[in-house]
C-alpha cells in the first residue's frame, strides 16, 4: 500500500498495517493530515485544536494493538492531557485538562492516535457547528452548507478522510445528525454504557458519547474497545457492554418498526424517499417491516429542553473565571467578575439555554417545569418499552431536512430546536440510536436514516448498519456500469 | 410581655473517613494548601463525583444511635451558589431525600435526662476555604484552599426544640461526646470537625406560632454556640420590646468580640435551585449493610452510664463523666472488673482525669502505660485496707513511671504496706507510751486530742500507715483505757 493512500483504509485495516509494520504508526497517524488534510481542512474547518508533534509522540507511544497506529478525531468537549478542551468555548481559552477522559484513555491504550480536537457547537449546544468561537465546519459534500452538530468537525473529518473514525458526543442527537448531513454512520451508544468520566458535561442524565466512523465493522471495532463499566462515572452502566462482534450477522427475521403516523409532517421528501429506500434494503436483506406509531412528538422537545437545560444551567455554573479559562481582567468585584466573565465568555445560544435552565429550577417553577418534565420523559421511556415488545428495531428520518445552509436557521433558535424531534427521544429514554447513510439526495447532498434499539442494542443497530452498507453498495454497482472486471489473479 | 425563645440548630459533623465524599483524595487534616486535591474535588469540567460508601456507613451509624428512620433509597441533590471557594458553584448534598429521618438525642442537663428530636440527617461535601489575609500596601486579595473541598460531612438538623442557648450548648456536647463515641468523627471544634448554625426565633410565652426567624452561623464552639444565642435573643428581645419587627436575615457572631454582624438579610436570600444530582444514582442501604451496622454499634454512651449506675453503684454524675469518652468507659469498666467499681470509679475520675489533664494526653496513651488491671489491683488493695490512701497515691505515682505491680514497686522502693492492724500497733502503743499527757486529756474529754494521737502514728511509719486504721487502733486503745483495762490484746485485732 503506497503512503499516499493510506487514509483511505478502514480503521481495521489501517492497525493491521502498522501491526504486520507494512507502515509506522505515524505513517498511519498522520496520513489523514498529508493527503485530504491538505487539501481539505482549511475549507471545512473540521478540527479546532491539532498539533502535528503532539500527534507524533502519540503514534511513538502507540501499543500495538487493536488500533494500532489509527488517528482518531476527538471532539473537544472531551478531556486531552496534551490538548486544549476548551468546548470551543471562549470561557474555556487555553483550558488544558491535567487527564484524559476515559474513552481517550482506553482508545489510547488500544494503540490509537489523537488526529485533532474536533470543532463543534460551544458546549454541545447545537445543531449546526456554526455556535463555535472558531468559526464555524463546512459539510465537505456542499462547503455553503452545514455539517450538522454539535459534533460537526468529528462527522465531517471522519467524511473527508482526515480519520477513520472520530468520538464525539450525543446529548439530543448531536452525533447521529451531523453523520447523517455528513454521510457517515454516527452511533449513540445506550446510555452509561460509554464512560462520561472527561466528557465535559452539557446535560448529565443525556449525554453520552458517541462513535463515527466509515464502516460499520470500524465502528464495532471502536465500540468493543471502548464501552463497559468505570468506577470514574457512576452512572455508567453495571456488567458486561453488549457484544458486538456480530455486526456482520445480517438482520435476516429482524422486525423493523416503520412509523406509520405522524412522521411524514414537515419532513423533507427527500428525507421521506431516504427512509423508503432504506426499509426496502433492509427488507431484501430479509428483514420484516413492522408499523408502529412514533410516539414522542412535540412533548418530547418540551421535556427534552427542559431537563436539559435545567441541567446544563448547573453543569455551566463551574465555569465562573476564578479558576481556570477566561476570567474578565478588569472586574471591580466578586459579582463583576462573575458576570463579566461569563457574559463575554458564553456565546448566545450558552446563555439563551442557561437562562432557560435557570427559570425552570427556579423557586416556585420547579414542581411545574422541571418535575413535570421528568414525569413525561419516565412515561416516554414507557412508551419505547412498549414499541419494542413488538419491533426489534425501530426506523426513523434522523432529521427533517437534508443539510441547511449557514446561517438559514440562526436567526430562529426555535426551529432549530424542533429539528431534534427525531433523536432526542433516544436520549429521554436513554436507548441507543444510530444513523447511517442511504443514497445521497438529488445534487449530492448525503441522506441518513436512524435507527433505535433497546438498551443495550448495539448489537442489533450494527447489524443493521452493516446490512445497510452491504445494500448500499450493491446499489451502487447496479446503477453503475463501470464496475470493473474480476480479473483472476493469475494470468 | 415577655418572650420565649425557640431555637433549632444544624450541625455539621466532619467524618473521619480516609478518602473524601467523592473521591479518592486523603482526608486529613493540616496538609500544605491544595495538596489533597484532584479533577473530581477541584471540580474540573469533565470530572464525575462517586460517593464515598465508608462515609455512608459512618452516617446509617450514628443514625442508628439516634435512632433515626435509615433510608433504603436517598438521593443527593446539588444545591446552588456562586462562591470562589466552591468549585463547581454548587454544592452536592441531600435535600428531600436525606439518608435518615427523625431520631433524638439524650442530654443530660443539671442531673435530668431529656430527649431532643431530630429531622434529618444528611451527607454532604464541604467546600474549600476562603482566606483574606491583610498585607499593607497590597491591593486587597483572596487566597482559596482546596483541601477541604469534597470533605465528607453530615449535616444533623434539629426540630425546634431548645428554649435556652444553655440546652443548645449541652445537645453540642452531647452530640460531640457521640460522635467520637461511635468512631464517625473526631469532632474537634476547634478543627471545624464539628461546626454548628443555629435558626433563632422569638415568639410571646405560650404561643403556638412561631415568630420571624434568624441564622446564625459560625458558632464554631460550645462557648460561642450559648453566647451567640444569647447574643441574638437579646437583640431580638430588645427589638420586639421597642415595638419592632424582626427582619428575616442571616447573621455572623464573632465570638472573641461578642458582637453580631448581619451576612445577608431577606431581600438576598439564596434560591438554592436545588435540583436531584444526576451524576449520582440513587444512594441504596442494602438491609445487609443495615444489619451489620446493628451487630457493630457498641452499647450507647447514656445506655452504659445507666448500667454504670445499676452495677457498680456510680452515682448518676459520676457515671456520666466516666462515659463521656468510650475508652474512659472501657478503662474504667476493666478496673471495676478487678477492684470495687465505686472506688475504682472515684480512682479514674480523681487520679486518672488529673494526671491526663496534667499531661494533656489521651486515655490510650495512659493506658497503655498503665492497663486497667494494673491500676485495678492497687485499686482492689486499698478497698481491702491493705494499703493505705497516701501510700496508695505514691504507688500510682510510681505506676506511672516504673514497670512492675504493686508489690514489686513497694519492694523497689524499700517500703512496706503497713495496712494490717498488727503492722501498726506496736506504733500505737508507742505513741501513747511516748505522749501520757495527751492520752491524759483525751480520757479527761478532750476528744481532739485523738487527731494528734493519729498524726504522730503517721509520722513514725513514714506516712505508710493507713489513718482510719491507725484511728480505729487508737480509739479501741484509748477505749480499753478508759475502761481500766491494762493494755494487751484486745478481740478482734487477733493476728
Same mark, same amino acid.
Given at each position: 500500500m503506497s503512503g499516499g493512500e493510506l487514509w483511505r483504509l478502514p480503521a481495521r485495516s489501517l492497525a493491521e498495517a502498522v501491526r504486520a509494520g507494512t507502515c509506522t504508526a505515524l505513517e498511519a497517524a498522520s496520513a489523514g493530515w498529508d493527503g485530504p488534510g491538505a487539501r481539505w481542512e482549511r475549507d471545512v474547518h473540521a478540527i479546532a485544536h491539532s498539533d502535528s508533534e503532539v500527534r507524533a509522540a502519540g503514534a511513538g507511544a502507540a501499543p500495538p494493538g487493536p488500533l494500532a497506529g489509527v488517528p482518531v478525531v476527538v471532539k473537544d468537549n472531551l478531556c486531552t492531557r496534551d490538548y486544549p478542551t476548551t468546548c470551543c468555548s471562549r470561557i474555556l481559552a487555553g483550558y488544558q485538562p491535567p487527564y484524559d477522559a476515559t474513552v481517550v484513555r482506553r482508545l489510547r491504550e488500544a494503540g490509537g492516535v489523537i488526529s485533532g480536537k474536533g470543532n463543534m457547537d460551544e458546549f454541545a449546544m447545537g445543531s449546526s457547528t456554526e455556535y463555535s468561537c472558531y468559526g464555524p465546519t463546512r459539510n465537505p459534500h456542499d462547503l455553503a452548507r452545514v455539517p450538522g452538530g454539535s459534533s460537526g468537525g468529528p462527522a465531517a473529518a471522519v467524511a473527508y478522510g482526515l480519520a477513520p473514525l472520530a468520538l464525539g458526543s450525543d446529548t439530543g442527537g448531536s452525533v447521529r445528525q451531523p453523520a447523517a448531513f455528513c454521510g457517515v454512520i454516527g452511533l449513540k451508544p445506550? +446510555? @452509561?454504557?460509554?464512560?462520561? +468520566? @472527561?466528557?465535559?458535561?452539557?446535560?448529565s442524565s443525556f449525554d453520552q458519547v458517541g462513535i463515527f466512523g466509515r464502516h460499520a465493522g470500524d465502528v464495532a471495532l471502536l465500540y468493543a474497545l471502548l464501552a463497559g463499566p468505570d468506577p470514574l462515572d457512576a452512572t455508567s452502566r453495571p456488567g458486561p457492554p453488549p457484544d458486538v462482534s456480530g455486526w456482520d450477522g445480517g438482520v435476516e427475521g429482524l422486525r423493523i418498526g416503520w412509523p406509520a403516523n405522524l412522521w411524514r409532517e414537515g419532513v423533507d421528501a427527500e428525507v421521506v424517499a431516504g427512509l423508503e429506500e432504506a426499509a426496502a434494503w433492509l427488507e431484501r436483506a430479509g428483514a420484516r417491516r413492522v408499523p408502529f406509531d412514533f410516539l414522542p412528538g412535540e412533548y418530547a422537545v418540551a421535556t427534552y429542553y427542559l431537563v436539559a437545560t435545567a441541567e446544563a444551567s448547573s453543569n455551566l455554573a463551574r465555569f465562573d473565571g476564578m479558576r481556570y479559562g477566561y476570567r474578565d481582567p478588569e472586574s471591580p468585584d466578586l459579582h463583576a467578575l462573575y458576570t463579566r466573565s461569563r457574559s463575554a465568555g458564553f456565546g448566545a445560544e450558552v446563555q439563551r439555554r442557561i437562562l432557560l435552565g435557570t427559570y425552570a429550577l427556579s423557586a416556585g417553577y420547579y414542581d411545574e417545569y422541571y418535575l413535570t418534565a421528568q414525569r413525561a420523559r419516565a412515561r416516554i421511556r414507557r412508551e419505547y418499552e412498549a414499541a419494542f415488545s413488538r419491533c426489534d428495531l425501530l426506523l426513523l428520518?434522523?432529521?427533517?431536512?437534508l443539510p441547511f445552509r449557514l446561517g438559514e436557521k440562526l436567526q430562529d433558535p426555535l426551529e432549530m430546536y424542533l429539528s431534534d424531534i427525531f433523536t432526542l427521544g433516544a436520549n429521554l429514554a436513554g436507548i441507543p440510536g444510530l444513523s447511517a447513510p442511504v443514497t445521497p439526495a438529488a445534487g449530492g447532498l448525503p441522506r441518513g436514516v436512524q435507527l433505535l434499539g433497546p438498551d443495550d442494542g448495539e448489537g442489533l443497530l450494527l447489524r443493521a448498519a452493516r446490512a445497510l452498507e452491504v445494500q448500499g453498495a450493491r446499489a451502487r454497482l447496479e446503477r453503475s456500469h463501470e464496475v470493473e472486471f474480476a480479473w483472476p489473479t493469475k494470468r | 410581655m415577655a418572650h420565649e425563645a425557640v431555637i433549632g440548630l444544624e450541625c455539621h459533623i466532619q467524618l473521619r473517613t480516609r478518602s473524601k465524599m467523592f473521591c479518592g483524595c486523603p482526608a486529613e487534616f493540616g496538609a500544605a494548601p491544595d495538596a489533597n486535591v484532584c479533577p473530581v474535588c477541584l471540580g474540573l469540567p469533565g470530572a464525575l463525583p462517586r460517593a464515598n460508601h465508608a462515609a455512608v456507613a459512618a452516617a446509617v451509624r450514628l443514625g442508628l444511635a439516634l435512632g433515626c428512620e435509615i433510608r433504603g433509597e436517598s438521593a443527593f441533590a446539588r444545591k446552588h451558589y456562586f462562591y470562589p471557594d466552591s468549585p463547581k458553584n454548587y454544592q452536592i448534598t441531600q435535600y428531600d431525600r436525606p439518608i435518615c429521618v427523625g431520631g433524638s438525642l439524650p442530654v443530660e442537663i443539671a442531673g435530668v435526662e431529656r430527649r431532643y428530636e431530630l429531622e434529618r440527617l444528611h451527607l454532604e461535601e464541604d467546600s474549600g476555604k476562603s482566606s483574606h489575609p491583610v498585607r499593607a500596601g497590597d491591593r486587597p486579595f483572596s487566597l482559596l484552599d482546596?483541601?477541604?473541598?469534597g470533605m465528607p460531612l453530615l449535616e444533623l438538623v434539629t426540630e425546634p426544640v431548645f428554649r435556652e442557648p444553655a440546652e443548645c450548648a449541652a445537645f453540642l456536647a452531647a452530640l460531640r461526646r457521640l460522635v467520637r463515641w461511635l468512631d464517625v468523627s473526631d469532632g474537634d471544634m476547634e478543627k471545624g470537625q464539628l461546626r454548628c448554625d443555629a435558626n433563632v426565633s422569638l415568639r410571646p410565652a405560650g404561643a403556638a406560632a412561631l415568630g420571624v426567624k434568624t441564622e446564625l452561623k459560625n458558632l464554631n464552639s460550645i462557648r460561642g454556640v450559648e453566647k451567640g444565642l444569647a447574643a441574638e435573643i437579646a437583640r431580638q428581645r430588645r427589638l420586639l420590646e421597642a415595638g419592632g419587627p424582626v427582619g428575616q436575615a442571616t447573621l455572623l457572631y464573632d465570638v472573641e468580640h461578642d458582637r453580631l454582624a448581619v451576612l445577608r438579610s431577606k431581600e438576598d436570600a439564596h434560591d438554592y435551585r436545588y435540583f436531584p444530582e444526576p451524576d449520582l444514582p440513587e444512594l441504596r442501604v442494602e438491609d445487609s449493610v443495615l444489619e451489620e451496622a446493628r451487630a457493630g454499634l457498641p452499647e450507647l454512651p447514656w445506655a452504659r452510664a445507666a448500667r454504670f449506675v445499676a452495677r457498680y453503684g456510680l452515682s448518676a454524675c459520676d457515671a456520666s463523666v466516666l462515659c463521656e469518652q468510650r475508652e474512659l468507659a472501657d478503662y474504667y469498666e476493666a478496673c471495676a472488673a478487678v477492684a470495687e467499681g465505686r472506688l475504682a470509679g472515684s480512682w479514674v475520675m480523681t487520679e486518672v482525669l488529673r494526671v491526663l489533664h496534667e499531661r494533656a494526653g489521651s486515655i490510650g496513651d495512659f493506658a497503655a502505660r498503665v492497663p486497667a488491671v494494673r491500676l485495678g489491683g492497687l485499686v482492689a488493695r486499698v478497698a481491702a485496707k491493705e494499703i493505705p490512701g497516701p501510700l496508695a497515691k505514691q504507688v500510682f505515682a510510681w505506676m506511672l513511671e516504673e514497670e512492675g505491680g504493686v508489690d514489686e514497686l513497694l519492694a523497689r522502693h524499700g517500703v512496706r504496706a503497713m495496712g494490717a492492724a498488727t503492722d501498726l500497733r506496736p506504733l500505737v502503743l508507742e505513741v501513747l507510751g511516748e505522749h501520757e499527757g495527751a492520752v491524759a486529756q483525751y480520757l479527761a474529754g478532750r476528744s481532739r486530742t485523738l487527731d494528734f494521737l493519729v498524726g504522730q502514728v503517721m509520722k513514725k511509719s513514714r506516712g505508710q500507715a493507713a489513718p482510719q486504721v491507725v484511728q480505729e487502733l487508737l480509739a479501741a486503745e484509748l477505749t480499753r483505757r478508759a475502761a481500766g483495762e491494762a493494755p494487751g490484746r484486745a478481740p478482734g485485732f487477733a493476728p
Open positions: 445506550t +446510555y @452509561g454504557r460509554l464512560s462520561r +468520566y @472527561g466528557l465535559v458535561a452539557f446535560a428520518p434522523v432529521a427533517p431536512t | 482546596f483541601n477541604r473541598a
